[in-house]
């Protein structure tokens, strides 16, 4: 079992920036991708950003250059500097972690419970 906290959101005016952070516990050796999501309001949720194990990222168009997505394995924490932060950009964001159990065979997709971000114009 995995536990994500997400933290860092908040109401910023468009062009400010912000780092969410998503603290992982409990079983986390088993954790391989990391990744953030959004959803705005009345729309589906959506990829913002990802990280392998080994620190390969992909990024949506949208996001790429304003956005940077990191992780710290030894303190099982993933990052998100959002810089130039647009009025689109506002949506609750959610901490994504896979996890692989070798024992059962099976993939496993853990969820944060969201931060909100929200961006004025």
């Known amino acids: 079992q995995v536990q994500l906290v997400e933290s860092g959101g908040g109401l910023v005016q468009a062009g400010d920036s912000l780092r969410l952070s998503c603290v992982a516990s409990g079983d986390t050796r088993c954790i391989s991708a990391m990744g953030w999501y959004r959803q705005a309001s009345g729309k589906e949720r959506e990829l913002v950003a990802r990280i392998s194990s080994r620190g390969s990222t992909n990024y949506s168009d949208s996001e790429k250059g304003r956005f940077t997505i990191s992780r710290d394995n030894a303190k099982n924490t993933l990052y998100l500097q959002m810089n130039s932060l647009k009025p689109e950009d506002t949506a609750v964001y959610y901490c994504?972690?896979?996890?692989?159990?070798?024992?059962?065979?099976?993939?496993?997709?853990?969820w944060g419970q969201g931060t909100q971000v929200t961006v004025s114009s």
């Open positions: 994504n972690a896979g996890c692989y159990y070798p024992d059962w065979g099976t993939k496993y997709d853990y």
